[in-house]
């Protein structure tokens, strides 16, 4: 049970790669933290670094009150389950759980009580005595999550834990680490390249990019207003359509078509729209020259052209579709971002109608 | 499901005649007397000597000073044998542990300059080393015998490959769960390369047991011959009309022949595993 402090955390390799810069970071007791991002974008690196496998350039990192900085591993009260789940092959799962209690020199009757707890919580009882290599890969994942279950630590740090699982097993799995997390309310920091899994898990996202930190914000608030165009394309599937519009004579212009009110002088600016959120018009609204179509079963994504630019719609699944559609978008579904910079623009765009009527 | 294959079953028992006969052969002449060899050249048929030499060869008195048994050659044989095989395995896994487990400097052309002492046999450094353990008084010793042998580039090359091929996760796993570079090693990696040890332990137990040169340069004390040169004395009494004891010199290659076998045998599985499989 700890807080996580990250200040002015900062990560130069040797060569003169800088894989983290400046990541600020305050972590709540109990909250989980999902770090999300593309490859690269140093998420691991920095996750590293909180459990001390990495040097840390700059800044210090805070657990429970102390900084960690020049601590060992062992010494910082964290348990880490890794992507491949780096169990010892050569010890069955219940020595597996149990060595690190050992060279703790915990008492072995306590050993004992805490590995039957973890076990009992996994439904790993049946596989006490089996060596890894007998497991399948969710049993795996369960093993070395029951290795961090019973140091008891201040925070679990995960890093891209259920990557090699099949997709349906990710899911089921996914579940479980949320129910758990709760139920013990420890401190989780959890790295994954998956949005989804970022979006179902986190009480807050912290989106990565290029080793900065793009935007912070509980699940939701990032969904609905992403601050930058990175964080709108990297969040949600399909990813937001980006575009490029005009802002001219205190309208917000694409491909000829008015999509309504908006302040501030003329300028190009990076229109978001989200694929769910454009709706079919009988007539007028957006042009969209239908490229192809993904039928998904529940639903359909038709990716098209407007005025040249790719643009996608999620649409229910049902009647046959002309060759071209008309799309409408509320006009608190768009989004505007800096055309150069990517950041999102404070201005809202309102309804044209209303001033027509 | 094959078929049955007479022609490849054909080839199997022709490679396996070729590769048997000359063990079988050894095997049969050493039943017959020293003079039928002599004038009939060697036997594939059992002869009516056998008990007689082996027991002649094992506890008869030999030798210049006649104190030297062929027991005692066995022994000798034995000690060399396996104190090479567990000096190399230990020393080289330490060093291949440090290796590739601690950042120093000049880790990879210290690696580099092990490797190259493979193109460097014994005998090119046979005299400096027999000075040196000269000096020390080392002659006539076992541990003279076996500690200048001990570095082996091979199996430090081996280990270092396999170390290099073990999860860096295990070792982050392991620093987060509390274990020092001792701990770590005794306890995860020394268990991993079981395979890669009993490999590296038959390799080596046999090239420590096949050792002739290096043994006749360091001991003159009789109390010190290996099988391979009591073989190789009895062979060298061409004197006068004198037959050597070729039935005596057989017996001892066959049972020269056995500790090999049995540790290849004991090994098999392991060594098999241990050069083919990467079990992680």
Redesign the interface.
Known sequence: MAEILLEHVGKTYAGGTQAVRDVSLSVADGEFIVLVGPSGCGKSTLLRMV???EDITTGTVTIGGRVVNRL???ERD???V???Y?????MTVRENMS??LK??RIPKDEIAARVEEAARMLELHPYLDRKPRALSGGQRQRVAMG?AIVRQPAAFLFDEPLSNLDAKLRVTMRGEIRKLQKRLGTTALYVTHDQLEAMTLADRLVVLNGGKIEQVGRPLDVYHRPASTFVAAFIGAPAMNLLDARIEAGHLWLAGVDLGRVEGEARAVTLGIRAEDLQLLPTGGLPLRIDVIEELGAGRVVHGFVDDQPLCVSLPSGAELPAQLHLGAAPEALHLFDAITGKRLPQSVHSSAKVHA | MRRFRPFDHLILLLGAAFLMTPVVMAFMSSTHAATEIHMNGLFLTPGTEGLATYEKVLTQKGGFTGTVTGTRMVMNSTILGLGFALGKVVVSMLAAYGLVYFRFRFATPIFWIIFTTLLLPLEVRIMPSYQVMSTLGALNTYWGLIIPLLASATGTFYFRQFFKSVPDELLEAARIDGAGPVRFFLGVLVPLSRPMMAAIFIIMFVYGWNQYLWPMLMTTDERFFTLMRGIKTILQVWIGSQVPDYNEAFALAVLAMLPPLGVVLAFQRLFIKGLTESDK
Not at chain 1, 86 to 90: D, E, I, K, R, V
């Open positions: 459990a001390g496998l060992e591993p062992a964290i348990a880490m890794f992507q491949n780096a169990l010892y092959p050569h060595w690190g060279n703790r290795r």
